[in-house]
């Protein structure tokens, strides 16, 4: 058995590990050097890394849709949730709850069958866990006082009961409340998806006319899904994988900044602009400047609109004077 030299050993790894950082830092797939085993050894990590770096991409990509499409699913359970509340008030021996059941917009959504249809497929219903609905309506529906407020009006409005509906949805279910925190420890991404969820319930209260139907309708998660999955995998695709000199774009534009102690959020902003830019012949410049303003504004730093503005600016007007960004139909609008 040949004895190891464990002084070279020592020493081979550490060149490996200082090959494989050059390397890594030029973006190089491959390397060359005059020790076979280094050059093995280096070559296999790079090549795993960029393996398991592509898997991640897909895997992300994947997450993505399927986070996006479970909002709906949220949206279900929210709505369910209020006929679930219904059933723990009729039950309630405490109190009457007369005005509340006999709400248009409760009957509504007792009585709508692409709400039972969609709670039961996508398993959102509250069926399992009705204890704990009891006990939310006991600590956060019976205590409140604009709800108890409700129960004494003898004929209420439509537009009286349109309020109270709205108000146990925007302010007990997902508000701040116990209820919200359980959505909040069962919803990974629930502080982002919540104002999507609540958007969707408060429009379709809004616009349920009890007059002109029994059942109130659903709303859908976008007008046209398909469409919107395809831009959203098509955006991700190509701002995951930013060209080089499209990537050097935002270096060469960030003046003072090195591109690598930039905020991490706000340069994926500006690579998913970049991407829009080009990838969307469709989409006016103006228009995708002022959507990463507005997302630089809402996820980065306080200083980072003014910032991604100038940038972006910038880049739009270097991808035109090249001809990477053409634009065409609706594309073309204040695009000057």
Same mark, same amino acid.
């Given at each position: 058995?040949?004895?190891?030299?464990?002084?070279?050993?020592?020493?081979?790894? #550490?060149? =490996?590990?200082?090959?494989?950082?050059?390397?890594?830092?030029?973006?190089?797939?491959?390397?060359?050097?005059?020790?076979?085993?280094?050059?093995?050894?280096?070559?296999?990590?790079?090549?795993?890394? =960029?393996?398991?770096?592509?898997? *991640?991409?897909?895997? #992300?990509?994947?997450?993505?849709?399927?986070?996006?499409? &479970?909002?709906?699913?949220?949206?279900?359970?929210?709505?369910?949730?209020?006929?679930?509340?219904?059933?723990?008030?009729?039950?309630?021996?405490?109190?009457?709850?007369?005005?509340?059941?006999?709400?248009?917009?409760?009957?509504?959504?007792?009585?709508?069958? !692409?709400?039972?249809? %969609?709670?039961?497929?996508?398993?959102?219903?509250?069926?399992?866990?009705? *204890?704990?609905?009891?006990?939310? $309506?006991?600590?956060?529906?019976?205590?409140?006082?604009?709800?108890?407020?409700?129960?004494?009006?003898?004929?209420?409005?439509?537009?009286?009961?349109?309020?109270?509906?709205?108000? +146990?949805?925007?302010?007990?279910?997902?508000?701040?409340?116990?209820?919200?925190? $359980?959505?909040?420890?069962?919803?990974?991404?629930? =502080?982002?998806?919540?104002?999507?969820?609540?958007? /969707?319930?408060?429009?379709?209260?809004?616009?349920?006319?009890?007059?002109?139907? *029994?059942?109130?309708?659903?709303?859908?998660?976008?007008?046209?899904?398909? %469409?919107?999955?395809? $831009?959203?995998?098509?955006?991700?695709?190509?701002?995951? %994988?930013?060209?080089?000199?499209?990537?050097?774009? +935002?270096?060469?534009?960030?003046?003072?900044?090195?591109?690598?102690?930039?905020?991490?959020?706000?340069?994926?902003?500006?690579? /998913? =602009?970049?991407?829009?830019?080009?990838?969307?012949?469709?989409?006016?410049?103006?228009?995708?400047?002022?959507?990463?303003?507005?997302?630089?504004?809402?996820?980065?730093?306080?200083?980072? &609109?003014? $910032?991604?503005?100038?940038? @972006?600016?910038?880049?739009?007007?270097? @991808?035109?004077?090249?001809?990477?960004?053409?634009? !065409?139909?609706?594309?073309?609008?204040?695009?000057?």
């Amino acid at each position: 058995m040949e004895v190891q030299n464990k002084e070279l050993l020592k020493e081979q790894r #550490q060149i =490996a590990y200082k090959v494989f950082e050059n390397a890594f830092a030029a973006e190089h797939g491959k390397v060359e050097h005059e020790e076979p085993k280094i050059e093995k050894v280096v070559n296999e990590a790079l090549e795993y890394y =960029a393996k398991q770096t592509k898997r *991640d991409v897909e895997n #992300q990509r994947k997450n993505l849709v399927q986070d996006a499409e &479970r909002i709906y699913d949220y949206y279900i359970s929210v709505l369910s949730l209020g006929v679930a509340i219904a059933e723990a008030a009729a039950t309630d021996k405490k109190l009457t709850h007369t005005g509340f059941l006999n709400n248009l917009w409760v009957k509504g959504l007792q009585n709508s069958e !692409s709400l039972k249809k %969609d709670s039961l497929k996508l398993n959102r219903h509250w069926n399992d866990k009705m *204890d704990r609905v009891r006990v939310w $309506f006991r600590d956060v529906i019976r205590t409140d006082d604009n709800y108890l407020e409700s129960l004494d009006r003898k004929t209420p409005t439509l537009e009286e009961q349109r309020k109270v509906v709205s108000h +146990i949805f925007k302010k007990l279910i997902l508000g701040k409340t116990i209820i919200n925190d $359980f959505f909040e420890e069962e919803v990974l991404h629930w =502080a982002e998806d919540k104002e999507i969820v609540k958007g /969707m319930v408060e429009k379709t209260i809004k616009t349920y006319d009890p007059q002109k139907s *029994d059942q109130l309708g659903l709303m859908t998660l976008s007008l046209d899904w398909n %469409d919107d999955k395809a $831009f959203v995998e098509k955006l991700y695709n190509y701002a995951s %994988d930013l060209p080089e000199e499209q990537s050097k774009l +935002i270096a060469d534009n960030t003046r003072n900044w090195e591109v690598d102690r930039l905020p991490l959020t706000d340069r994926v902003i500006l690579e /998913m =602009a970049i991407a829009e830019l080009i990838t969307f012949p469709g989409i006016p410049v103006k228009v995708t400047i002022n959507e990463y303003i507005e997302l630089a504004k809402g996820y980065s730093t306080p200083k980072s &609109r003014q $910032f991604v503005n100038g940038i @972006l600016d910038v880049i739009a007007k270097t @991808l035109q004077e090249t001809g990477t960004l053409k634009k !065409s139909g609706r594309g073309l609008i204040d695009n000057k």
